[in-house]
């Protein structure tokens, strides 16, 4: 092999991927001879190549130094003049290949010609071109009438001359870009001069256009564009769309790096029926953590009758200090409580009724952490925030994992400041301790975890005696009151599994029964406002195996039960599991623990019971279930349950769900407030699709009803039409704005119909499947199986 083709190969592959150019040596002299040789047929091979994309796991390190081949039919040599490959001259070296009709060097001039039909591939990028023109001395270049190909990712262009000025300087006339395929025109990108130095990680592009089907539709002077990995100042690709509520919508970002550890993106965002909005977000990354800066600012809402700024704010940290300081703050502010159902926004959704304002900071060690914390709530709703502020609070948690007898301990521990902009609410001081003593034993099918806690609260309280919210609730609060309350618990399960065959095939049966003593003692609390930081949590079967009823302390319900329970699965051949199911119920000893309130006789000494169930058939037919049910009442008292058709594109899925106003009276306890909701319980059924129609056409639906109240609570339909560069979205949703009073108003609800346009496979731009319309509905699956 001559250092002739090692330097035209070398010249093709620098002018395709624009980098540098290798190492030459000078060619050896030649007499004049003329020779035919006999070469292998490699045609099946180059058209292997074209169009394949090498994953970068199985590229060459270094393709430099891998071995060249050069065929052709024919070669001639000239001495000290000319040298030249012709008829089907291909070269290879490693994952490169270069083809031309005829290649020449001429001397001394020292200058490389490949012409007729040239072509280039690395397995990453495909070139054509008619000819290329190399000096070897000053290492300028030329390539005529290019036409590239990326093959492991969306993008082809062309230019008509590419110009290459020694080696760190690279110029395109007339070059384009388009993520289209070959013959389709649909859009592109085109300037008249594209330049770039070898090492930057930027391109500059002269007199930029952005043209669909051949016709300008905007023109930019000068654009600097990233052809690497590298963060670049400047405007991102714009969007637009189109939605009833807000008119016609133009965001046009811009991108500023700051520094490679700062950056911000500044969106001014037109809205045709509300005006200019100016939405930015500040991101940074420091020895003290991570965090961003999130603002909304609409300085004149025409659709809003008081013409008011309307903004928005959200602040974002997550850090740490050597190891064992953390440091959390999530704050967001609104400028007013109907923003987010008013205006399509990032910082938070329509469906929120509070906004979150918290910050702690925490020490963690070894066997013990501390915690402080403040929280407070922006209402979103009008009236009186009923929300309790934490102000502050502060928790400190010891472990000790390695006591004698396989003992371990735990001592948690808080001081709580609470307060209410509501007058008829109390505020209060809490500290509250919580010494935990447990006992775990497990083997590989048996386990049994024993459990001792002491937990005592202290409460300063206050309050106005008078207040209706504690006539209400029939209590008779203290100001100073401390309780002390004892807890034991027992819990064990066996695990046993059997092979099994049904309908023909293997599967692994597992039986998981499961058994708790729980005791709380029951102690009078009317003198506590139940409030502060607690709610009653969802009782399924999972939950009938917690210790506690309510999520904090504030409420300790009593107890004195056994609770049984058992889990079957079935697991196929690959360990895969196809179905479960599960049931449970508590069994009380005495009163406690039933929620009996005054005057109420005892009921029976049992719970409802409760299922859980999930089955997947064959990776297209799912279904998971849950109910509970009151046999002593006769009660169904909630259900919840979807089952789902997918395979392919193709999904389908019901879903539905149901509480019994008994059930909801049972733990809330306030009919009065209940009935301003529903009168008959909830009873919601929703349907979710989504199916390739023809050709790139799909459409996907959402619809949820409420059975109860007969009216809908949100619908969409979304037609997508997608072709392999560009996508166009047409869409149509409607939500309940206001739910209807029982008594008096009608329910309310928007509409809003929206258009999008995306182009596929440029970065920046919005992702397939975005709309404006602020759709809430998510596609979600509620299958549990470990899969």
């Not at 406002?529 to 999520?551: E, V």
């Not at 440029?762 to 404006?772: F, H, M, N, Y």
Request: proline letters at 4%; hydrophobic letters at 30%.
């Amino acid at each position: 092999m001559s250092s002739t083709s090692r330097s035209l190969l070398a010249t093709m592959i620098s002018l395709a991927l624009s980098s540098p150019i290798v190492a030459y040596a000078t060619p050896a002299t030649h007499d004049a001879t003329n020779s035919d040789s006999a070469v292998s047929d490699d045609t099946d091979e180059l058209a292997v190549m074209r169009g394949v994309c090498i994953a970068p796991q199985d590229r060459l390190a270094d393709p430099n130094n891998e071995p060249i081949k050069v065929t052709a039919n024919h070669a001639e040599a000239l001495n000290d003049k000319k040298l030249t490959y012709s008829g089907d001259v291909i070269l290879t070296q490693g994952d490169r290949v270069v083809v031309a009709d005829k290649a020449t060097l001429r001397q001394p001039e020292n200058i490389v010609t490949a012409e007729g039909n040239v072509y280039f591939s690395d397995g990453t990028i495909e070139v054509h071109s008619d000819r290329i023109q190399s000096d070897l001395d000053t290492e300028d270049s030329q390539m005529d009438n290019a036409v590239y190909n990326m093959t492991c990712e969306a993008g082809r262009g062309e230019a008509e001359r590419v110009t290459k000025n020694g080696i760190s300087y690279y110029r395109l006339k007339n070059g384009t870009f388009t993520t289209c395929p070959p013959g389709d025109k649909s859009w592109q990108f085109s300037a008249t001069s594209i330049e770039r130095e070898t090492d930057s990680p930027f391109a500059d592009l002269y007199n930029a256009r952005f043209e669909v089907a051949d016709v300008p539709i905007f023109y930019l002077p000068y654009m600097r564009v990233p052809v690497g990995k590298e963060r670049l100042t400047g405007f991102l690709y714009p969007s637009i769309s189109y939605g009833s509520r807000d008119g016609i919508e133009l965001e046009t970002p811009f991108y500023w790096n700051i520094a490679p550890n700062y950056d911000m993106t500044i969106t001014p965002r037109y809205m045709s029926n509300r005006g200019l909005q100016l939405n930015s977000e500040f991101r940074y990354l420091n020895a003290s953590g991570t965090g961003r800066l999130e603002g909304e600012y609409l300085a004149n809402d025409q659709k809003s009758e008081t013409n008011e700024a309307r903004w928005g704010f959200n602040w974002e940290h997550r850090g740490t200090y050597r190891a064992h300081w953390l440091f959390d703050v999530d704050y967001s502010k609104v400028s007013d409580a109907t923003y987010f159902s008013d205006i399509d926004s990032s910082i938070g959704e329509r469906e929120d009724n509070n906004l979150l304002q918290t910050a702690e900071v925490s020490y963690r060690d070894t066997n013990w952490d501390s915690t402080l914390r403040v929280r407070n709530f922006q209402p979103l709703t009008l009236g009186v925030s009923s929300n309790y502020r934490l102000m502050p609070q502060l928790e400190a948690n010891y472990y000790k994992s390695d006591m004698p007898y396989d003992l371990n301990f735990s001592l948690n521990s808080s001081i709580s400041r609470f307060e209410n902009d509501n007058p008829d609410k109390p505020s209060a001081d809490r500290v509250h301790l919580e010494p935990t003593l447990t006992l775990p034993y497990a083997t590989p099918w048996w386990s049994v975890t024993s459990e001792a806690k002491l937990m005592y609260t202290y409460y300063n309280q206050q309050f106005n005696p008078n207040s209706q919210e504690l006539i209400d609730k029939n209590l008779d609060l203290k100001e100073n009151v401390s309780r002390m309350i004892p807890s034991v618990r027992i819990h064990s399960g066996i695990y046993l599994e059997r092979d099994t065959q049904l309908w023909g095939e293997d599967y692994t049966q597992s039986l998981e029964p499961q058994i708790q003593y729980l005791y709380v003692k029951d102690v009078n609390q009317k003198d506590i406002y139940d409030a502060y930081d607690t709610t009653l949590m969802q009782t399924d079967f999972y939950g009938l195996f917690r210790d506690k009823r309510y999520s904090s302390v504030d409420r300790i319900a009593a107890a004195n039960q056994f609770t049984v329970g058992a889990t079957t699965r079935y697991f196929d051949s690959n360990l895969v599991e196809r179905f479960n199911l599960s049931a449970g119920q508590i069994f009380y000893l005495n009163d406690s623990g039933r929620n009996l309130q005054d005057g109420n006789e005892a009921g029976p000494n049992y719970s409802a019971t409760a299922f859980e169930s999930d089955f997947n058939y064959n990776s297209w037919l799912f279904f998971h279930g849950g109910l509970q049910y009151d046999a002593s009442k006769q009660d169904l008292q909630f259900i919840n349950g979807a089952i789902e058709y997918r395979e392919g594109n193709v999904f389908n899925q019901l879903n539905y769900r149901y509480i019994s106003k008994e059930y909801l009276l049972d733990n809330i306890q306030d009919e009065a407030q209940l009935n301003t909701y529903t009168e008959d319980g909830i009873s919601q059924l929703g349907f979710s699709t989504g199916f390739p129609i023809y050709d790139g056409v799909t459409l996907r639906g959402d619809y949820y009803h409420d059975l109860t109240e007969n009216q809908m609570l949100e619908g969409q339909i979304t037609l997508n039409f997608r072709t392999a560069c560009w996508m166009i979205s047409l869409g149509y949703n409607e939500y309940l704005k206001t739910r209807s009073n029982v008594a008096t108003s009608p329910a309310e609800y928007e509409q809003n119909f929206s258009i999008s346009f995306s182009l596929l496979g440029l970065t920046g731009v919005a992702p397939i499947g975005s709309t404006s319309d602020g759709n809430a509905i998510a596609y979600g699956r509620p299958f549990y199986l470990n899969n």
